[in-house]
């Protein structure tokens, strides 16, 4: 076969999750306002990113407001550049499925301000909070939940559909696997899923009730993803620096990125990066090193769509 004639290497998609819950007092570089959003969002899209991730913010907290997304996404797409744009459906306990349904009624009501995807995790997370300085032994650590249950992903992945809002399936466990499986027989899940790997632990006894950031828990929530669902296409990070094994065995087994201030705001060797840009170059860099080129945004609606 002449060289002309090659299979082109499969391209992978770079998501720049750009602010998360990440606060400020972590890294004064985080974006908060849909101005800065907007501001980051173009900045990882010259990068090189294909999608970026938002979270709306009422400064450092949680935030889920129709009109801070609706500036954020419209300020995005005034660019002929735009990246498609991811949204999330994380939210504390005691706010309903049906809130983030809401939302999607709000913003898909015009093109300029509906979301091109949303996250949307296969089940609980449970995450203790770390110790105080000095408390005493065992600490009396609080406890953070943050919950989807059965009806409320019957709820936003019918409301996804009918939208045109494709979910990001976040598989942070074996039981959310079991939970993707539950769904599809249930006819609430595309043909061809786009799965998001989350390894959201630092490490085993952080306190967070997930999978840890190795690359041994992505070969094994990735092949459980590809047992169930061998036509799906899938996209993996981690946090921190021991994310970079995971980014970097996804990107060697034909999976995707996703790298940005929400899952890590430092690069491998510790040094704390200064905006989502720097960590896009790393993702960049990494995917031409492996010999896989960028894919655009085109391709990555084909993909994520399937």
Known sequence: MATSERIRPAPVIIEAALNGGRSRREHPGVPCTP????????????AGASIVHIHARSGD?????????????????????????????????GVPGNAVVSLLDVLCRG?????????????????????APFAPMPPAR??????????????ILTACDRFGVTPELGVMDLG???????????????????????????AYGSGRQVAASTAEDYDVLASRVRAQFPNAALAAHG????????????????????VGFE??????????????VDLVH????????????????????????G
């Open 35 to 46: 101005a800065e959003v907007a501001a980051a969002a173009l900045d990882a899209a010259d």
């Open 61 to 93: 907290e949680w935030s889920a407001s129709p009109a801070w997304y609706a500036d954020a996404i419209s300020l995005i797409r005034r660019s002929e550049s735009a990246p498609l744009v991811s949204i999330t459906s994380l939210r504390p306990a």
């Open 111 to 131: 093109r300029r301000t509906a979301p091109d995807l949303i996250s949307v995790n296969l089940g609980h997370i449970v995450s203790w909070r770390p110790p």
């Open 142 to 155: 609080a406890t953070d939940h943050f919950t989807n249950d059965h009806n409320d992903l019957i709820a």
């Open 176 to 202: 959310f696997i079991n939970n993707a499986v539950a769904l599809r027989a249930e006819g609430v899940l595309a043909e061809r899923p786009w799965f998001l790997v989350e390894l959201d632990s630092p």
């Open 239 to 258: 946090v921190d620096a021991p994310g970079y094994a995971v980014l970097r065995r996804a990107l060697a087994d034909g999976g995707h990125l996703r």
């Open 263 to 276: 899952d890590s705001i430092v690069l491998p060797d510790g040094v704390r990066a200064d905006t989502n």
């Open 282 to 305: 790393w993702a960049v860099q990494a995917a031409e090193k492996a010999g896989r080129p960028i894919a655009d945004t085109e391709e990555a609606r084909r993909i994520t769509s």
